[in-house]
């Protein structure tokens, strides 16, 4: 089983849709989990960390249910700007990263 | 707002050279890291760096490569004889901590190794 593991995408949705990333993740020792973005050819971005609670930054909202392993984000009234892959991460002990294979989303105008 | 930044953004070397990828952590991070990414493939975590020595390191960073803080600003990275296979995007990223503390990434430096 990979140790994390992202829906493949990609997802084609219109401005102003809702759309949701699930991300799955192996290791249930891990304790930190994040949300990052990646454009072509640029560096990830980190998005949002994810909390046990659920968190809300502005149109994004990221959920943790650690008993499923499993970590969501969800974008609402989508821009053409949010066009880019998202990346599911968890920190594998103290300090790496494990990345997801990641899911392209582009917006239609 | 700091950033992370890395230098050259794009590196062309021979089969068997030696490259040094340079990078400039967030001035009050504590904790500094290498990662690669392949073109089409996940991040991959390479090294961690804290307290001038590695903390942590991946099966990807063998013998081949080197870290190092030769100053108060500067993190590197030493590939001593590269190979095809090490052609990749490196990524350095810094924290103020470990733990939960979010790591923030440069730009990036493409290594094509021909």
């Known amino acids: 089983r990979k140790e994390v593991e992202q829906d493949p995408g990609p997802f084609n949705v219109p401005e102003g849709a809702t759309v949701a990333f699930n991300c799955t993740y192996s290791n249930s020792a891990s304790q930190s989990f994040f949300w990052y973005r990646q454009d072509c050819r640029k560096e990830p971005k980190l998005l949002m960390s994810v909390y046990s609670s659920g968190n809300e930054d502005g149109r994004f909202t990221a959920q943790l249910n650690r008993a499923s392993q499993y970590i969501s984000l969800l974008i609402r009234d989508s821009k053409l700007s949010d066009s880019a892959t998202y990346l599911c991460?968890?920190?594998?002990?103290?300090?790496?990263?494990?990345f997801g294979q990641g899911t392209r989303l582009t917006i239609n105008p | 707002e700091p950033e992370v930044t890395q230098t050259p953004s794009h590196q062309v070397t021979q089969m068997g050279q030696e490259v040094i990828l340079r990078c400039v952590p967030i001035s009050n991070h504590l904790y500094f890291y290498w990662y690669r990414q392949i073109l089409g493939q996940k991040v991959e975590f390479l090294v961690s760096?804290?307290?001038?020595?590695?903390?942590?390191k991946s099966e990807i960073f063998d013998d081949q490569f080197s870290v190092e803080r030769p100053d108060g600003s500067n993190f590197t990275l030493k590939i001593r004889s590269t190979k095809l296979e090490d052609s990749a995007m490196y990524f350095c990223?810094?924290?103020?901590?470990?733990?939960?503390?979010?790591?923030?990434f440069g730009p990036g430096t493409r290594l094509t190794v021909t």
């Open positions: 990223a810094s924290s103020e901590g470990a733990g939960g503390h979010e790591q923030y």
């Open positions: 991460v968890v920190k594998a002990g103290a300090q790496k990263l494990v």
């Open positions: 760096f804290y307290n001038n020595e590695i903390s942590e």
